[in-house]
Structures are given as structure tokens and as C-alpha cells.
């Protein structure tokens, strides 16, 4: 009996067990089960040992779609630069292979090895032809490969994220929920102009006039303003004359629903909140239609304009639940951390700001700048404050006497922060700390002293500062200072060598079979660090090439695309890492999301057994990914 004889009449034997088996796996899950059917009668079972060879370029044009059902296959090609080869994926049990080279009738570019005693399902390139006519599921995984199991991995996320919508964020939701602000109130003797000015003040579209009692009498609001200003009413008399007599209230534990159906009724935009027969907060109409939508703009111009300190911390929650929306309808990872970063930055200047109205200017102007995360761009929820002050002086003495002034103010700021949920930086990298509160010229210096005299020790700690910009202030010193950092590292071949040594420091958790590298004892048991271990390989990468080639973004895609323009790495290359990028970076999002839907601090620690097969899946082709830029930064740097 030949071979390919006897591996039809394995499979045929067992038409049951290989369905269920396929059925673990996409596309297959999603097949019915008369093409399920089909495919498996037309396959056969073939063995291949340890390092033998499945399919190779010289074999001519593909003539079978393969599934793993046992084993490991390794894909290597030719390395490009050295003698020998370098693994460029793995394809475990449930995946396939060679999907482009079948669809293009053209061999594999790549040699498929069996990496370990490996058994594979072999479909005939006629069968296989038919099947991708007749399954729509199997022809969209055919035609799209990786990029079809990313779209159902993002369809997942939304669909998480959007039946946690429905249940924490609906009409149900009560009104002391939606009262985050505390309401704006004043008597009824309160002159006109003294009225609009508070809330204009407030930035509030209404106010509410109580007793001494402080039960409701009225409201204004400023449909009501512009009744007075058209019947050209005198900004003296008192806003008695002039406000809503008895306005509408409700309860607070009441439900958006029921405030909803009052101004519909009643034809109002704003409804009081009353507990024990006292004013407790307002709801807007405002307020109900951000239930139901990203509401961006408004949240932005809210933490500028914010009153208070206490403000801003209340105003974190809406962070978090704007980015489970925007998990809902589909944002990017990219999008979510660029979002929640213009939105932190947001909050800063305004901590600046009312800093500075508590404690009065220090008479020296400065700039804020941010390093590492914030200065990426790449911020989720899980933060904390890595900053600085810049300032211009003329002198060794003259900056020092403007530090003393800038200190008090930098310290007050960071402590502020850290209420609004910035934690302190356990490393002490903040404008607080005299060492990073400095003017141009000793950050130049410093900067110069970076790069001449590192070793691998201090560049742990100096390379947050390479991805620094401007929060608040004048960026003009700033840009100053990052074009004589890239001119000194363009000059300096043994410092990017060091940053080469320092991007291989964080190893992807990947061990030899295939399986995550997880720790082994302690609370960390069982888990492994997304951002360390998974983003961190591509952020240094990126810095160190962007940094070499004269590139003066910070952000990783950014850099990663412009070194793709200057042909520093291949567009295949780029490419990959911004997927897999994307996808370690939506997986940390998701993580964030889970924790703080239950209480728990946010964590970037993973176990991988809380995955499913497809997100672990991708997740594994995603450090791969990550192996591939460090090995090929080892090889650029001979390292």
C-alpha cells in the first residue's frame, strides 16, 4: 500500500475525530458540516520526522493545502546577509500552510520543516480549489490568511466590549451616576450679570437658584439668556425675575430612561436631581446623548476648562469608559493610546494651569516636557509620570536661581498628577526632582553625556528620555535639544551599538516549543509582562533605528514607517511588526479594560491560559515577530 493509500485510509477511518479536531480551529469552526465533511474525505494523513523537509522552493508549484494535526512545522529561508538560514514563523497544531502560494500557483518562498515529529492533513490542490469556490468562510481565511484571524480577533474585542456597553452604560444607568459635576447654584437675589458670569465661569449651560434651605426655586439656562438679552432686559435685576419658577426634579437613584421621557414631555433640556428635599446635581440632555456616542470633543473641553483639581479626578472614570466605547465601536489600538494620550496631555496643562493660579507665576518661563509613553503617544490607563522642565537661562547661576524658583511649582504639579491618577515615578523621573528640572543648555549637556559616555548600565535609565516632547509651552528649545541628540548619535557608531545591546535585553516570552516563557514562582506566577516582554523589543528597535538614521519622530509606528520609506527596513518587515505591534498593544488595552471592570490595580502581567486558541495564537505569531527584529538587529550590529 502506498503512502499517500495509507494516509487516505487513516483519515477515512476516523471522519468523526478529525472533524471534531478541525472544528477546534479557524476557519473550520465556522464551516458547515457538509464542506467540513468534504474536506476531511479528500485529505490524507501524512507522518514526517524531525527535521524533514515538507514543502521547499525548488519543489515546483504547490500541489497541497497542509494542516498541522500534530507536531510543530518551522518556516526558514535564507538568511540575507550571512550563510545558514533564520526561522521566520512556526505553525503549530489546527494551523495551515502555504495559503499565498497556493492562490498564486507558485512554489513556497519559504521551506517548510517539520521542527518535531509532525503529522499534517494534505488536501489536494483540486479539492482544495473546489472548497475555496463552494465555503465562503474558508475562501475569506484563504484569501486574507493572518489578517482574517486579526479581523476576528478585533470583532471579539467589540463584541466584549460592546455587551459590556449594554450592560454598565445604558438608559438604566441612574442619575447620581450621570451628576459628576457638582451643580451650580445662587440665590435668588443674585444680580443678572453676577448670574451669567458664574456660569459662564463654570462653563455650565445652566444654574439653579435655591433658598436658604438650598431647595430648588428655579433655573436659568441659556435658552433662557437668550429670551432676556432679545426682550433687552437690565443685567441688574436680580435673576428672581427672571428664572424658571419650580423647575423639574427627580431623584437621584431615578434612571437616564425616566429623565429622558421628562424632557420629552415637558420640552426641557436640564433636570435637577433632588435628595431630602435638597438640590445634589444636574443632568443635561447633553448628559444623556453621551450615552450614546463618543463624545470626544466634549470631554476634551471639559478637563481644559475644569475648575478644580477634584474635577479632573472625577473626569478620569470618563476616560476609562470612553475607551470602552471606542473598544465597541472598533477603534485601533493605535487610535485608543493616541486618544488616551491627547486626553492626558489635556489634563496636564490643565494641572499646570491651575498650579499656577494656586501658587502664583514663578516669573521664569518653562516648558513640560514628557519622556517615554506620553512622549510616544502610546499611553493607556496603566501610567505614570516620567517628565521634566525645560527652561532658558544664561548661566550656570542663573539657571540655578531659576531651578529654586521652578522647584516648588514642579513638585506642587507632580502631586496633582498623582491625585488624578498619574502615578509618582517609582525612579524619581519627574520635574520635581532638581536633576530634570534644567535649562537648555545643561539638557544638552546631558544629553551629550548620554551618548559619549554610555555604558549598558546607564542606558537603562537614559533611554526614556531619547522619546521626550513638549506638553505645555514653547517647543522651540525642545526641537533644539532633538536635533542635537540625532546628530550626536549619527556620529557615534559604539553608542547605537550599546542601544543594540539594550534592545536585546527584553527577550519576547517565547521558549524553544512553541509555548510562552512564563514566570515561575512568586505573584507573577504563571504570567508574563505584555509591555516589557511583548512591546518593549519593538519600541527599542525602533528607537535605536530611528535614532541611527536621523528620524525625528518618536512614536514607534511613526518611526517604523519612515524607516520603511527610507529602505532601512523591508515594507514586508515594517509591516509585520505594526501588526504585531497592534495586536500585543490591543490584547494590553483589553487587559486593562477586564481589570478595571473588576476592581483590580491595572496590571500589564498576562497568563496566557486565559486566552482563547485564536488570540493565543496570533499572540505567539506576534512575538515572533518581535524575535525577528531583534535577531536582525543582532545582525546589523554583529552583536
Known sequence: MSSSVAGKTAVLQNIHGTMEFLRKYPPFNQMDSAQLAYLVEHCQLRFYAAGESIIKPGDGPVQHFY????????????HSARRGSETTFEIASGECFPLAALLGERATRTEHLAGEDTFCLLLGKDAFVRLFAQSAPFRDFALRGVSSLLDQVNQQVQLRAAENLGAQYSLDTTLRELALQQPVACSAATPLRDTVR???EQHVGSIVIVDEGERPAGIFTLRDLRRVVAAGESLEQPISALMTQRPFHLPPEASAFDAALAMTERHIAHVCLVEHERLVGVVSERDLFSLQRVDLVHLARTIRHAGRIETLVALRSDIRLLVERMLAHGASSTQITQLVTLLNDHTVCRVIELVLEELGDPGVPFSWLCFGSEGRREQTLHTDQDNGILFEADSPEQAEHMRQRLLPVARRINQRLAECGFALC??????????????????????????????PESLLA????????????????????RRQLLADVADNSLFQRLLAANALRHRPPLGR???FVVARKGA?????????????????????????????????????????????IDAQDGAAYEEAYHFIQQARLQLHQQQAAQDLPLSNRLDPDSLNHLDRRILRESFRQAQRLQASLALRYQL
Open 67 to 78: 494542516i498541522v494535526k500534530q507536531g510543530l512545522v518551522v518556516g526558514e529561508r535564507p
Open 198 to 200: 458664574r456660569m459662564h
Open 426 to 455: 517609582r525612579g524619581n523621573i519627574m520635574a520635581g526632582n532638581p536633576e530634570l528640572c534644567l535649562s537648555r543648555r545643561e539638557w544638552a549637556q546631558r544629553f551629550a553625556a548620554f551618548v559619549r559616555e554610555a555604558t
Open 462 to 481: 537614559s533611554s526614556i528620555y531619547f522619546d521626550l516632547r513638549v506638553v505645555w509651552g514653547d517647543e522651540q528649545g525642545c526641537a533644539q535639544l
Open 513 to 515: 516549543f512553541r509555548d
Open 524 to 568: 507573577e506566577k504563571d504570567t508574563f509582562d505584555l509591555k516589557e516582554e511583548g512591546l518593549t523589543p519593538f519600541v527599542d528597535g525602533a528607537r535605536l533605528l530611528a535614532l541611527a538614521h536621523g528620524v525625528e519622530d518618536s512614536s514607534t509606528l511613526r518611526r517604523f514607517a519612515e524607516l520603511v520609506r527610507l529602505e532601512v
